[in-house]
């Protein structure tokens, strides 16, 4: 199986779908499946567009309303997570995940899914160590500093990430910390000199995400945000203890992202006074990266790492954004079952399935999910994996296809996400915002998060319309 994976879209669908078909004329291959790495920016409508944390000039509709209405159809399976940059709204209506569109599939805030059995797990996001122990707090309308904390990730969700077993691939936005070290970090640096300072320092990267890495130790881990390639292999000691710890400091900056204030002129993204962790003081700048005020900061200490054999080497690999002359795309393969029935030049139909462990982990954590600034205490790792394994049980005997002639009905715990989440419209596309357009998107309460929801027995949470102020 093919799968064809892409760094920071940044709305533009219409020219990622036309390299990837100049790429399978060009080499004479089919691609069965598209993974983008985050600043996917979902904007459905102009209403939507006021929801994305960017300065008024980098607004824009984008491509992905024509596939959201229909007028155009994604032409390969597409998997995608959340960046820094999105209409953190409509994501946040598909927290557990969900269809953006026809053949266009988030994982959600935190998620796994499989494939044709390929396990691909992601995060969204980027991190700030100020939001990591909140809550989901935020809600519509969104001010300055909800418009950015809802897309830093959450300690709820690098947790539930950390029980998962091996997953085959791994996406993120954030970059994890120290990544560098483990590839050409002076051919890095000759491309991007601005990062000598976090690299020495080794405060490039998110510590969470290294912690991840380090746990789940997945054959493939794709990130984007940073606006370079680069690839690295990290080995794995076989005690599960990695040779480079996350350090306490500050990610960096992007100096290869659009360099943007929340006004409309370009400025240097500015460090909040320390707190209690200590930090660098001054970062590198990234002219190319559409940085925020407030959205790098202090770093906390990753999760701790589990000990279970698994894979010993992860492949990493950063990928561009779409533009011209950038690398911004990679193919790769990768074995399946359903290979075999594949005829060459031929497009698979991908299966694409709900993972039975993590809708364990999701149910096994669901007491713990706050909707408010305020965490709950965690379990310890032995009782949250004891949790899950009592979990597993019951998604093996109550989660199944409900179409009696599904070849997957009779497999315990395994159901087809189309059996239970279709796509629908829980919004207007452009055109219908009236004299609305410059004002926030109200909430929606999205019908496939309801099912979700209904298929593991558990609150829907996301239901936000009580609340919503809009």
């Known amino acids: 199986m093919k799968i064809a994976v892409e760094g920071c879209s940044h709305g533009a669908l219409d020219a990622i779908y036309r390299y990837l078909r100049d790429l399978e004329a060009r080499h004479n291959y089919v691609v069965d499946a598209l993974l983008m790495c985050g600043d996917f920016q979902a904007i459905r409508n102009h209403r939507d567009m006021q929801c994305m944390a960017v300065p008024q000039k980098y607004r824009q509709l984008g491509d992905f309303h024509k596939y959201y209405t229909g007028e155009k159809i994604a032409p390969v399976l597409t998997i995608v997570i959340g960046g820094n940059h999105e209409a953190s709204n409509y994501m946040s209506e598909l927290y557990h995940g969900g269809w953006l569109a026809p053949n266009i599939y988030f994982l959600g805030h935190a998620g796994c899914i499989q494939v044709n059995g390929i396990r691909i797990a992601g995060a969204s996001g980027i991190f700030k160590s100020s939001d990591f122990g909140h809550g989901l707090y935020e809600r519509l309308p969104y001010d300055h500093g909800s418009m950015r904390s809802i897309y830093h990730i959450r300690e709820f969700n690098v947790r539930r990430l950390s029980l998962l077993s091996s997953p ?7 970059w994890p910390q120290s990544i560098e070290r483990h590839g050409d970090t002076q051919g890095l640096l ?29 054959k493939w881990w794709f990130s984007a945000h940073l606006h370079v390639r680069f690839q690295a292999t990290v080995q794995h000691d076989p005690s599960g203890i990695g040779s480079n710890s996350p350090s306490t400091t500050s990610p960096p900056q992007n100096p290869d992202e659009i360099a943007i204030a929340d006004d409309d002129f370009d400025a240097v993204e500015l460090q909040n006074p320390p707190i209690e962790v200590p930090r660098l003081q001054t970062a590198s700048n990234n002219p190319d990266e559409i940085t925020l005020e407030e959205e790098e900061e202090e770093v906390i200490q990753a999760p701790p790492i589990a000990h279970r054999p698994q894979p010993s080497v992860t492949n990493f690999l950063a990928l561009d954004k779409c533009l011209p002359k950038r690398d911004f795309m990679e193919v790769i393969d990768m074995p399946t079952t359903s290979d075999e029935f594949t005829m060459p030049g031929q497009r698979c139909t991908p299966k694409l399935t709900f993972d039975p462990e993590w809708l364990a982990i999701t149910r096994a954590f669901h007491p713990f999910f706050s909707t408010r600034r305020r965490q709950a205490d965690y379990p310890d790792e032995a009782t949250a994996r004891a949790k899950v ?9 109550n989660v199944h296809n409900n179409e009696s002639n599904s070849s997957d009905a009779s497999l315990p715990g395994i159901r087809s996400i189309l059996d239970c989440q279709t796509f629908v419209q829980s919004a207007p596309g452009p055109g219908s915002e009236g004299a609305q357009k410059n004002q926030q998107s109200p909430w929606y309460t999205n019908p496939q998060t309801a099912a979700f929801c209904d298929m593991l027995d558990i609150p829907n949470m996301i239901d936000f319309s009580s609340d919503n102020r809009a």
Request: net charge positive; charged share 30%.
């Open 190 to 218: 000759r491309r991007k000199p601005f990062f000598r300072q976090d690299v020495q320092t080794g405060n490039l990267g998110s510590p969470p995400l290294m912690g991840l890495l380090r746990t789940l130790k997945p």
């Open 389 to 397: 394994a009592e979990e597993i049980e019951w998604v093996k005997s």
């Open 168 to 174: 085959d691939i791994f996406l993120s936005h954030d």
